[in-house]
């Protein structure tokens, strides 16, 4: 996926095969999924364990980096 953190252009391409997607902002969508796990209408989507995860996965590229 060519741009894969910023709001698609409207098309995705994956393996080859193009995707029509709507263009949409990341931050709102991950603060209305946020929003709805506190109001208990839904769980999260990414748990607390992926999003250590991932912190220890970018502490450790930064870390990485630092040394090359």
């Not at 946020?34 to 999003?51: Q, T």
């Not at 930064?62 to 090359?68: D, K, Q």
């Amino acid at each position: 996926m060519p741009q894969a953190f910023v709001d698609p252009p409207g098309v995705v391409v994956l393996d080859g095969k193009e995707h029509h997607v709507e263009s949409g902002n990341h931050y709102r969508a991950e603060l209305e999924d946020f929003c709805a796990a506190i109001r208990g209408e839904r769980s999260v989507l990414v748990d607390r364990a992926e999003m250590l995860g991932q912190a220890k996965a970018l502490a450790a590229l930064s870390v990485s980096s630092r040394a090359a």
